[in-house]
């Protein structure tokens, strides 16, 4: 790499700047003041976070807070809301800044996103064999042209060609956090189908369409619960008329069944309903789950709709 970063097209990749730890300084001071005191903790993550670490100009940051419906204030302070891309209750944000783009991810604090990034920043910092690898990766990946193209209308080739090492590096850390994600990454999707395939649909002897056009059509969300970087539980979430959702599927893989998975997914995505302004969810419960949701809330709700099963239980909870 040269003194002036490895360039190919659009993406830039520099060596470690000394200024970016007071960059973030800075950007920490000036979200504090935005926020005041619903900001509980602000980190430095990402790439730029490591010292020594070769990265593009983007300092990412994770802002905690009381409650995520405060982060849009900072729009009104040179933030670009982006949403929450390809994870649920997170508000990204961004801005261009004379030295750098600022990247910053507020979540409340329980959310998975935290541990999971400070766990990947920090082994990073402690491994340098890991650095060392990482910012190989990084340079290789920019000398393909794939890297460079979208995969999906979100994320480049470069960005899910470090997927693995991120994995591996977080296995080898020990981290075993759960965290739930959009399904995005082509290894998501693949064991998003197995799970319902084995799950759900081979035990009634249905046939499963991995081109189900529910899988890209508007208003329907697939979800990912990791534990570390194992996905167990998938979801499919559907947005009705009037401020409800249909809860359409929920499977966890068969090696982690009754570990609470299925509950913690079902009590995430109520949220992240809340969060969308919906208050309602039904959905269609087998027989043999209805104790399953009851015992988290869920009541007798007629659910006017066709059922992928003749023997159902029409089952609802208004949050």
Same mark, same amino acid.
């Given at each position: 790499?040269?003194?002036? +970063? ?9 060596? $470690? ?92 604090? &329980? ?11 920090? $082994?990073? *910092? ?7 690898? $990482? ?21 480049? +080739? ?17 981290? +075993? ?14 064991? $998003? ?7 759900? %649909? ?7 369409? *991995? ?5 890209? *059509?508007?208003?329907?969300?697939? %979800? ?89 239980? &029409? ?5």
């Amino acid at each position: 790499m040269s003194a002036k +970063g490895f360039v190919h097209k659009t993406i830039e990749v520099v060596p $470690y700047d000394v200024a970016w730890p007071t960059i973030f300084e800075q950007e920490s001071a000036f979200i504090k003041r935005v926020l005041g005191c619903h900001c509980i903790a602000i980190h430095h993550i990402g790439s730029t976070s490591v010292p020594g670490l070769s990265a593009k100009r983007d300092i990412d940051i994770v802002c905690v807070v009381d409650q995520l419906c405060v982060s849009l204030a900072l729009k009104e302070s040179g933030y670009v809301f982006k949403g929450e891309f390809n994870i649920p209750l997170r508000c990204f944000f961004s801005k261009n800044t004379p030295q750098s783009k600022v990247n910053l991810h507020v979540v409340e604090p &329980d959310h998975g996103f935290i541990d999971l990034n400070i766990c990947f920043r920090d $082994y990073l *910092r402690n491994h340098e064999d890991a650095r060392l690898t $990482y910012q190989n990766l990084k340079q290789n990946l920019l000398k393909d042209p794939a890297s460079h193209q979208k995969i999906n209308s979100r994320f480049t +080739g470069y960005n899910h060609g470090k997927n693995a090492f991120i994995k591996k590096s977080l296995l080898q850390s020990g981290f +075993g956090g759960l965290c739930v994600n959009f399904c995005e990454h082509p290894q998501e999707w693949e064991t $998003y189908h197995r799970i319902r395939e084995e799950q759900i %649909f081979n035990p009634i002897g249905v046939v499963y369409d *991995r081109n189900h056009p529910t899988l890209t *059509r508007d208003g329907h969300y697939h %979800f990912v619960l990791y534990r570390g970087t194992v996905i167990v539980t998938v979801a499919h979430v559907e947005f009705l008329n009037h401020g409800e959702a249909a809860l359409r599927s929920l499977a966890t893989d068969g090696d982690y069944q009754r570990k609470g998975y299925g509950s913690y997914m079902v009590q995430f995505l109520e949220k992240w309903v809340v969060s969308q302004d919906r208050c309602v969810i039904r959905l269609h419960s087998a027989v043999d789950a209805e104790a399953f949701y009851k015992k988290l809330g869920y009541i007798d709700m007629p659910f006017h709709d066709v059922a992928l099963i003749p023997e159902v239980v &029409d089952l609802g909870k208004r949050l």
